[in-house]
């Protein structure tokens, strides 16, 4: 049994969900030298399962070698990737503000998909997941969507908003797992962990 994993991720909301898990988990973040974000460029017309999970591979491949790299105790180590798509139209994180107001534009009285891989390596052990869920926008008017954006929360954020902060005034209907769009889906995430040997 590990006592804990290490976290490969800057997001306090997939430490927060670990968290709710209960396990225990240290960060093992990218380091200065490492190009972090280009890991997430979008090659050509890629479908957006196959993106996300790909992305996700890479996080943990540099993950790994960091991990070893650093010469830190042996123990799992978790990535995940979240992406937003409109059909096969994925959405990531905005470039500026104007891209914000350009994606909120797209999604406002839409129907789009969230989706969020999750990756742990044990050891030679890899163990991988998928969570696909849905979300319904409602109307926004140019200025609820200005409004929005001035706040700084879309800035980061694939698809430019957090479905657990101002946000959630507009969302009408959600479909699947509530943790899978916040970032790291529970019920997944703590099966993978499980078929580790992690207790959740």
């Given amino acids: ?18 968290d709710q898990l209960g396990v225990a ?3 093992l973040l990218a380091l200065p030298d490492e190009d ?10 890629e479908a957006p399962a196959r993106y996300v999970a790909r992305v996700t591979a890479l996080k943990l491949d540099a993950a790994v070698q960091r991990l070893k790299r650093q010469g830190l105790p042996a123990a799992p180590v978790l990535c995940a990737d979240t ?3 409109l059909g096969r139209e994925i959405l990531g994180k905005p470039a500026n503000e104007a891209d914000a107001v350009r994606m909120l534009q797209r999604l406002a009285g839409q129907n789009h998909r969230v989706l ?12 991988t997941a998928v969570s696909e869920s849905w979300v319904r926008f409602a109307p926004m008017t140019p200025a609820q969507i200005k409004a929005y954006v001035a706040t ?9 908003y957090g479905v657990q902060s101002m946000a959630a005034v507009y969302i009408e209907q959600i479909r699947g797992s509530y943790s899978g769009i916040m970032g790291l889906p529970l019920f997944e995430t703590a099966a993978l962990l499980r078929s580790l040997g992690v207790r959740c």
């Fill in 1 to 18: 049994m590990s006592d804990f994993i290490y976290l490969a991720s800057q997001s306090p909301r997939r430490s927060q969900l670990l």
């Fill in 25 to 27: 988990h240290k960060l």
């Fill in 36 to 45: 972090a974000e280009s890991l997430e460029d979008v090659r050509g017309a």
């Fill in 83 to 85: 992406t937003v798509c």
């Fill in 116 to 127: 969020t891989a999750v990756a742990v390596q044990k050891g030679a052990k890899r163990v």
């Fill in 152 to 160: 700084g929360e879309p800035m980061g954020k694939a698809g430019a």
